[in-house]
């Protein structure tokens, strides 16, 4: 059963920078799309960021596109997302997620969830 784990979230000022991981227990990372979500307060999940098993394609959200990169290392069971230039509008619980059916944005494509890292951005 794969299991995954956020961390790297916390609260920053606009225009700085944060990086989340997602680490994956249980199973190898590299058999899994691997995509990043946030859902703000009163407000649906929505999908961030994604990338394909070997890394080779990553899909961006217009709204993070130039400002987030996600990035995996399978080796070490790992993906990543590097946030720059955060707005407060990024805040949000952050979650990744799992999904052996492709890439994409939609969340119900992801079958395993981690339990999400808080990212707060002050104004």
């Known amino acids: 059963q794969l299991q995954l784990v956020e961390s790297g979230g916390d609260m920053v000022q606009s225009g700085g920078s944060l990086r989340l991981s997602c680490k994956a227990f249980g199973t190898l990372l590299e058999y899994y799309t691997i995509g990043w979500f946030r859902q703000a307060p009163g407000k649906e999940r929505e999908g961030v960021s994604c990338?394909?098993?070997?890394?080779?394609?990553?899909v961006y959200a217009d709204f993070v596109k130039g400002r987030f990169s996600i990035t995996r290392d399978n080796a070490w069971n790992m993906v990543y997302l590097q946030m720059n230039n955060l707005k407060p509008e990024d805040t949000g619980v952050y979650y990744c997620?799992?999904?052996?059916?492709?890439?994409?944005?939609?969340?119900?494509?992801?079958?395993?969830w981690g339990q999400g890292t808080q990212v707060t951005v002050s104004s």
């Open positions: 997620a799992a999904t052996g059916l492709g890439d994409g944005l939609d969340p119900q494509l992801y079958r395993y």
């Open positions: 990338v394909s098993t070997n890394g080779g394609s990553k």
